[in-house]
């Protein structure tokens, strides 16, 4: 299973970006990457997902670099309903796309 | 609200007994899927269903099994339960597979 990795928290102040890494250096070419996050005492709620462009929705961007072997989740404007664990994750065709959840980066947002 | 519903929201019992999670999916989902989280840890993708079918299965113990029913509705049936299934369970739907819709959980103890 192709693997990410993440810090394991991270601290930004409200009302600032917060640019949230994902290292994933064994993706392969069909591999999709998923952002979903998990605010405290709720399930998991979809963020974003990209394959090789970089994305935007309401809620965030996706940065993906140009070899694919990172991506940074971008919330252009942290506030306090923001703080939950983010998690990246990849999923793969050829495992009928299962969403393979590693730790995730828990964010604290700052007031 | 997701729009996907799990019942019941706790659930407490003794080992060796037998429990059943209930999952209603989106209003026009196909897919179910099921999740296990122990305390602090990601999520464990257990099995999916796609219109009554099963579609993929992760790390399912022989002593769990589901189902899904034609009207959608999926139920997770965990059996000779040990100390260390306590746990919370995730039910997810979705349309397709870049978006799942996660339940509010359910949140099993065994005593």
């Known amino acids: 299973d192709a693997k990410t990795t993440q810090p394991n928290s991270m601290e930004s102040n409200e009302e600032e970006p917060v640019h949230l890494p994902c290292n994933h250096s064994t993706i392969s070419g069909t591999d999709y990457i998923h952002w979903y996050r998990q605010l405290p005492s709720q399930g998991p709620e979809y963020v974003i997902h990209g394959l090789t462009s970089n994305v935007n929705n309401r809620m965030a961007s996706l940065a993906i670099a140009e070899d694919r072997k990172s991506s940074t989740l971008i919330l252009h404007r942290a506030t306090l309903r923001d703080a939950a664990v983010y998690y990246c994750i990849l999923s793969r065709m050829d495992s009928n796309y299962q969403l393979i959840w590693g730790a995730g980066t828990k964010l604290i947002i700052k007031p | 609200d997701s729009g996907v519903t799990q019942t019941p929201k706790h659930l407490i019992t003794a080992t060796g007994q037998r429990v059943t999670l209930r999952c209603s999916p989106r209003?026009?989902?196909?897919?179910v899927y099921w999740y296990q989280q122990s305390l602090d840890q990601g999520l464990q993708f257990l099995i999916q269903?796609?219109?009554?079918?099963?579609?993929a299965k992760g790390n399912i113990l022989e002593r769990f099994s589901a189902q899904q029913f034609p009207d959608l509705h999926s139920e997770l049936n965990l059996s000779s339960l040990e100390l260390g299934d306590s746990a919370l369970y995730f039910c997810?739907?979705?349309?397709?597979?870049?978006?799942?819709?996660f339940g509010p959980g359910t949140r099993l103890t065994v005593l």
């Open positions: 269903y796609y219109n009554g079918e099963e579609r």
């Open positions: 997810a739907s979705s349309v397709t597979y870049n978006e799942q819709f």
């Open positions: 209003s026009g989902d196909l897919s």
